[in-house]
């Protein structure tokens, strides 16, 4: 997708945005679930500030620093981000280790931004740095950010782009503006799932809890809406067969820990909402076996599981023994029921 280029759902947002454009602030945070095309909304709201000749307060996409975003090449322009992502969207890049790409902003990405600081702007417009994930911002890299931010440059705007911006240093949060994207409606993010030729969007856009891109990219790397471990699981605790569980950890644990960690918190919502008798939310294929399943154990043990869950996630980027983790994991789905 061109960089000059909002979601159809971001526009209406994104003109609103744009309109004070004269009068920006300096640090903006945007923020909102995984898979709404925040970073896309970040590099397109670039472009609008730096277009020439805007349309409705949007890149024209025909001026020369349109062009020169469209090539990676505008010189007001820069992209802060772990060199792990770099790496996914410049893979023939040279510059980067592609053998073992950082996942955290380093300080040294930011301080190489104090030359750049202390340049006249091309044609006395805007210059802007894009920073995403801000989640990849480390202790020392925080702080080198902070201070940037205590003093901002003159006619620079940073766009930082996060989906728990819980997670940043309350003081780099207190620097911004908050901007919240909003998930799109079920309706337009079907329509654009189908757009994309996506078979079975729904179920697809139910096991990314509603995102669209997050359910695309699902859709483009797996043959159904969930794992098959999954559903092997599910199949074997109602064949009371509880000890044969066990025997999925190697294959759960070739997922990335943030990747089953998803799965299985979504599952155990499935299972609550199964146990109060309502319709399931992320794996509606699953919804009979779910109900089956959700009337072998209660409520409470369903939650206290849900947020075990939830507070493991918040480490998944360190796990210190991913096979240790797995079997955890999975012994504690076993006592979720058993009575």
């Given at each position: 997708?061109?960089?000059?280029?909002?979601?159809?759902?971001?526009r209406?947002?994104?003109?609103?945005?744009?309109?004070?454009?004269?009068?920006?602030?300096?640090?903006?945070?945007?923020?909102?679930?995984?898979?709404?095309?925040?970073?896309q909304?970040?590099?397109?709201?670039?472009?609008?500030?730096?277009?020439?000749?805007?349309?409705s307060?949007?890149?024209?996409?025909?001026?020369?620093?349109?062009?020169?975003?469209?090539?990676?090449?505008?010189?007001?322009l820069?992209w802060?981000?772990?060199?792990?992502?770099?790496?996914?969207?410049?893979?023939?890049?040279?510059?980067?280790?592609?053998?073992?790409p950082?996942?955290?902003?380093?300080?040294?990405?930011?301080?190489?931004?104090?030359?750049?600081?202390?340049?006249?702007?091309?044609?006395?417009g805007?210059?802007?740095?894009?920073?995403?994930?801000?989640?990849?911002?480390?202790?020392?890299?925080?702080?080198?950010?902070?201070?940037?931010?205590?003093?901002?440059?003159?006619?620079?705007?940073?766009?930082?782009?996060?989906?728990?911006?819980?997670?940043?240093?309350?003081?780099?949060?207190?620097?911004?503006?908050?901007?919240?994207?909003?998930?799109?409606?079920?309706?337009?993010?079907?329509?654009?799932?189908?757009?994309?030729?996506?078979?079975?969007?729904?179920?697809?856009?139910?096991?990314?809890?509603?995102a669209?891109l997050a359910?695309?990219?699902?859709?483009?790397q797996?043959?159904?809406?969930?794992?098959?471990?999954?559903?092997?699981?599910?199949?074997?605790?109602?064949?009371?067969?509880?000890?044969?569980?066990i025997?999925?950890?190697?294959?759960?644990?070739?997922?990335?820990a943030?990747?089953?960690?998803?799965?299985l918190?979504?599952?155990?919502?499935?299972?609550?909402?199964?146990?109060?008798g309502?319709?399931v939310?992320?794996?509606?294929?699953?919804?009979?076996?779910?109900?089956?399943?959700?009337?072998?154990?209660?409520?409470?043990?369903?939650?206290?599981?849900?947020?075990?869950?939830?507070?493991?996630?918040?480490?998944?980027e360190?796990?210190?023994?991913?096979?240790l983790?797995?079997?955890?994991?999975?012994?504690?789905?076993?006592?979720?029921f058993?009575?």
């Open positions: 997708m061109s960089p000059l280029e909002f979601y159809p759902w971001q209406a947002t994104a003109q609103r945005w744009l309109q004070q454009r004269e009068r920006f602030a300096h640090a903006w945070l945007i923020h909102g679930l995984a898979g709404i095309g925040k970073t909304f970040a590099k397109a709201g670039a472009a609008a500030l730096l277009c020439e000749q805007p349309q307060f949007l890149a024209c996409g025909q001026c020369d620093a349109c062009q020169w975003v469209q090539s990676g090449n505008h010189p007001d820069r802060v981000r772990p060199d792990a992502v770099a790496a996914i969207e410049n893979p023939d890049d040279p510059m980067i280790d592609s053998k073992t950082s996942k955290w902003l380093r300080v040294e990405q930011l301080r190489a931004l104090t030359d750049w600081f202390n340049t006249a702007t091309h044609r006395g805007y210059r802007v740095a894009v920073l995403y994930p801000a989640e990849a911002l480390n202790p020392v890299s925080s702080n080198a950010l902070l201070k940037i931010l205590e003093e901002p440059p003159t006619h620079t705007v940073f766009l930082l782009v996060a989906d728990r911006y819980q997670q940043l240093l309350p003081t780099i949060v207190s620097r911004c503006r908050r901007l919240p994207l909003s998930t799109p409606d079920h309706t337009t993010s079907l329509a654009w799932l189908q757009a994309q030729m996506v078979q079975t969007p729904e179920a697809w856009l139910a096991a990314a809890g509603g669209p359910a695309y990219r699902l859709a483009q797996m043959s159904k809406p969930y794992p098959d471990w999954l559903e092997q699981l599910q199949n074997t605790l109602l064949k009371g067969q509880e000890q044969a569980i025997a999925l950890a190697s294959e759960i644990e070739k997922e990335p943030t990747q089953w960690l998803t799965v918190q979504r599952w155990y919502v499935d299972l609550l909402l199964a146990c109060y309502q319709p939310r992320y794996y509606p294929d699953l919804q009979v076996s779910t109900q089956q399943l959700s009337q072998r154990s209660h409520a409470l043990r369903l939650q206290q599981q849900w947020k075990w869950l939830l507070t493991q996630k918040q480490h998944s360190h796990p210190l023994n991913a096979k983790w797995v079997h955890t994991a999975l012994e504690r789905v076993i006592h979720s058993i009575h």
